[in-house]
């Protein structure tokens, strides 16, 4: 167990429409990354989250957005949805004193 | 921009065997991370070990060490007395030390199977 969740576990949307994912990071953990793993692939770099603002992104337009809450508990939120953004989406939290990054299991999101 | 090669699409192994799994990386950085990450098919990401760059000694979890080559931007897992737990996939990763930068790029896997 890393002390990091995620939900939903599952999501099924259509094309088009906007969906929100949650992760709960561990405590004391005020950095967050979002990554995007394509079936077969290794996970991709979306955005990081250090003290509720985005300080780093990768290559994602910006329809992928997200946020960061006191609590340790970030979102991640995806507008427009395409097919291509079928894929498992993982937060990762760390402290920042750190530099391990630790896991959640993901949200499988499939867009059709 | 940093890029992580992983040459072994998949590999198996009879339990009990010892395996290795290759990794190379491109990077003009001077400080930097390097882990392994197992993913069963269970989807979560877990830690294996890690490296830093700037330690010369090879670092060792139980049964998992690693081979790191920083002249050669190599850093290979090697798996003593494989267990059948172990099958998985396996992804190596490299994260600068850079406030602001630290995102991890990974490569795109070895799928390791024990066979009993």
């Known amino acids: 167990e890393t002390g990091v969740t995620q939900s939903p576990t599952h999501l099924i949307k259509t094309r088009g429409q906007q969906v929100t994912l949650r992760c709960s990071s561990q405590?004391?953990?005020?950095?967050v990354s979002w990554y995007q793993q394509a079936l077969g692939q290794g996970p991709q770099f979306i955005f990081q989250?250090?003290?509720?603002?985005?300080?780093g992104r990768g290559n994602f337009p910006p329809r992928f957005s997200g946020l960061q809450f006191p609590n340790y508990s970030s979102e991640l939120n995806v507008n427009a949805l395409e097919l291509d953004d079928s894929a498992l989406y993982l937060c990762?939290?760390?402290?920042?004193?750190?530099?391990?990054?630790?896991f959640g299991p993901g949200t499988r999101l499939l867009v059709l | 921009a940093q890029t992580v090669t992983q040459s072994q699409p998949e590999m198996s192994v009879q339990e009990a065997e010892t395996v290795t799994l290759s990794c190379t990386y491109d990077?003009?950085?001077?400080?930097?991370?390097l882990f392994w990450y197992k993913q069963p098919p269970s989807r979560q990401m877990i830690l294996v070990i890690r490296?830093?760059?700037?330690?010369?000694q090879n670092a060792t979890e139980n049964r998992f060490s690693v081979n790191f080559q920083k002249a050669a931007k190599s850093f290979s897992l090697k798996i003593s007395d494989s267990q059948l737990g172990d099958t998985a996939m396996y992804f190596c990763?490299?994260?600068?030390?850079?406030?602001?930068?630290?995102?991890?790029?990974f490569g795109t896997g070895t799928r390791l199977t024990i066979i009993p």
């Open positions: 990762a939290s760390r402290n920042p004193q750190q530099e391990t990054q630790y």
């Open positions: 405590s004391g953990h005020n950095t």
């Open positions: 989250y250090y003290r509720e603002e985005e300080n």
């Open positions: 990077t003009s950085e001077s400080n930097y991370y």
């Open positions: 490296q830093e760059a700037y330690k010369q």
């Open positions: 990763a490299f994260m600068i030390s850079n406030f602001g930068n630290e995102k991890l790029t």
